[in-house]
């Protein structure tokens, strides 16, 4: 009965897991012509505008959360509360191109507002799913999972900040640019970040 | 580990670190959108309009400090008592019985007084529950970033920008209900 659960589960999370890939190409077919359009009708004050956008980037901003290690109810509570703040703070939306990190920047606001009201909370880990490989060896698999597995905890003990730039560019996959804007700081501070985020991982992954 | 090999695992991470989203998430978040999405956001708008301008943040900041020492020296900061007077009109109208809408009502009016003076103010009047003595009617940015908010029975409370949040949240959670 329960490897039936288990298998069931694995089997959502496999589901999830191609939902996701599509999204994430659907994401990167949203063109940037649509997006000026979506960012114009925004500042209009559109309803549907709004919705859209709510659409588009729920799943993305619940993820990021997740991966700042917040557990999942606080995660959907500080999404939520990041959309109201984008609401209330929709005239500084500037254009289309800005708009990944304008939006990035108010949820990792939100986060950092949220640690330093809760500092003794502890970070919540997401897990990670397993995807079938047919082409690996069991052992070749066991211990690259068990690598992979020691990696997202050197992430969730990095520093806030270096979490954060680790976060932005290669689990939301924002350009360095975006990223930059989304953690309100110039590129090459946060290129120098990376990199030293990038170092304590080289040491803390064997 | 080799830097090539941490970004390979880097990139495969971002791939396996997931999990689904409460697909009831995205209704809820739908049902909170305001009806007037923009807000008076005067003050920002001009930090904005000079930001784009392509002048750094410290300029721009520098052009509005002088352009209000200008405007306080030509009208003589006549109006630095206006609060004060306002708060004791308010007081009036509360002697002689009049609670309720002509709370809102005068809030508005102070609103308006503000609004019309370049302050940063923003009015939730059109859409809150008079009947609910602490829902945030207006709120205005002070200089110091934090908030002074006006509740419907006609208090005000100075608040930091959390718990402005934390105000605004409650009452849309409650208008969502």
Known sequence: ?206 | MKEEKLQELLNELSQRVTEPVNPDLCEHIKQQIPHRLARHKIGWDTVNIIIDLRMSKSVAAAAIIITMILLVNLFGGRDSTGGNLFQDGMLLIKYWGGAGKSDISSSRTKYEHLLHRGEEVTWYGDSIDPEDSNAVLMQHKLADGSYVVMFADGHEKEVSSEELIKLLTRILLKKAK
Request: aromatic letters at 6%.
């Open chain 1, 1 to 206: 009965m329960l490897k039936k659960i288990n298998l069931a589960e694995q089997q959502a999370d496999l589901m999830h897991l191609n939902t996701e890939k599509r999204n994430l190409g659907r994401r990167k077919d949203y063109s940037d012509q649509r997006r000026d359009s979506l960012v114009a009708r925004l500042r209009a004050s559109d309803h549907t505008a709004a919705a859209e956008l709510v659409d588009i980037y729920y799943e993305q901003i619940y993820l990021f959360m997740r991966r700042l290690g917040h557990d999942r109810q606080i995660s959907e509570d500080l999404t939520q509360e990041s959309f109201l703040n984008a609401w209330h703070h929709i005239g500084q939306l500037r254009d289309g191109k800005a708009l990944n990190g304008w939006l990035y920047r108010i949820a990792g606001n939100v986060s950092k507002l949220y640690w330093r009201k809760h500092k003794n909370k502890e970070v919540a880990g997401i897990e990670i799913i397993d995807m079938p490989d047919n082409k690996d060896q069991e052992c070749d698999k066991v211990g690259h999972f068990e690598q992979l597995e020691q990696l997202k905890n050197a992430v969730a003990q990095l520093p806030s900040k270096l979490r954060q730039t680790i976060v932005l560019h290669y689990m939301q996959e924002l350009s360095i640019a975006e990223a930059a804007e989304a953690a309100d700081i110039r590129e090459g501070t946060f290129k120098s970040r990376l990199n030293r985020a990038l170092k304590a991982l080289r040491k803390s992954v064997i």
